[in-house]
């Protein structure tokens, strides 16, 4: 392997894994929670439909159960994480919903008791770009200097015309200005991309993974995309208005994306999947590890890493 390739462990591309072992000195394990959030495009505000490819739980699918304390919650996540790996240290993920989209005083006493739990030496939060207020920035700057912060911000594509038909009532010109103030307080912010969203060629999906690595972004989270029962996007589906992406085609995209972004972004996640009872398609995402297997299988046939093309026009 290249010394390129050395700097990123056992990987080709620089994972969460790593980057947090290397913080933390030990594996930390990430816990979702759904903190009993809404969104300004489920509650009426601009929509009660939502974006068109989310699911009823918010994207928080595998989150824990609303109907259950955020304590609770996360008393079961270790426990069933310790199951599997014995863990000590754990980075709480709000992740159903918009988990910014509150008043600031109801979102400082939810911070504050989540940092409380045992274990925890850090806080994710996910949230769109149009609901980061210079109020919330300001409670993100008190959290980013006593604790671990990362902001996750749903970007999902750059074209505004795909957002407008997913119905995500923000375009890459909000994303941007509030990756502006986020960086502004040097608080790590990791993007969230779909591919395969109806309507996109490889290129368009391309151009998004490498603009958003032009930006001042800490970490990326590339998801395909999936539909699900329930959704506006299962009609889409129905009425054949929505083409799925290969295993290959996803691979090779993804590879792609990797290789002409900097080799300082932290890939959060490279694939995705859903409850297996509410997928409509691909199926082939539910194979995990296949998927991810396949990235690393790709990477090395090209011989290539994250960032060997960053910068070269190629």
């Known amino acids: 392997m290249s010394t390129e390739t050395q700097m990123f462990g056992q990987k080709r591309y620089r994972s969460l894994n790593s980057h947090l072992r290397s913080r933390f000195g030990q594996k930390v394990f990430k816990i979702p929670l ?26 928080g699918d595998f989150a824990g159960d609303r109907t259950m304390s955020v304590a609770e919650q996360f008393a079961y996540g270790t426990q069933m994480m310790n199951k599997k790996w014995e863990g000590k240290q754990y980075i709480a993920y709000l992740q159903a919903f918009t988990n910014t989209y509150a008043p600031v005083t109801y979102l400082r006493t939810l911070y504050d008791e989540v940092l409380q739990l045992p274990g925890v030496v850090g806080l994710a939060i996910a949230t769109r770009p149009d609901c980061l207020s210079n109020e919330v920035i300001d409670l993100l700057d008190e959290l980013n200097h006593k604790t671990y912060l990362w902001v996750e911000v749903g970007l999902q594509t750059i074209h505004e015309r795909t957002g407008k038909s997913m119905n995500l009532h923000y375009d890459y010109e909000i994303f941007l200005k509030s990756l502006a103030k986020l960086q502004g307080r040097d608080i790590e912010t990791c993007a969230h991309l779909i591919l395969g969203l109806p309507g996109e060629n490889r290129a368009m999906m391309l151009e998004s993974g490498v603009e958003v690595g032009r930006q001042s972004i800490q970490g990326l989270k590339i998801h395909l995309l999936h539909v699900m029962k329930g959704t506006p996007l299962e009609k889409w589906y129905q009425n054949g208005r929505v083409e799925f992406l290969s295993k290959e085609e996803y691979i090779d995209l993804t590879c792609s994306i990797l290789e002409r972004i900097p080799s300082e972004i932290v890939i959060h996640r490279l694939t995705g999947d859903s409850p297996r009872s509410l997928l409509i398609g691909p199926h082939w995402s539910l194979n995990k590890w296949e998927v991810l297997n396949g990235i690393d299988e790709e990477l090395q046939h090209r011989n290539t890493w994250q960032g060997k093309l960053y910068g070269k026009g190629k």
């Open 34 to 59: 759904d903190a009993g959030f809404s969104c300004p495009n489920r509650d009426g505000t601009y929509s009660r439909e939502g974006c068109y490819f989310c699911s009823t739980r918010g994207s």
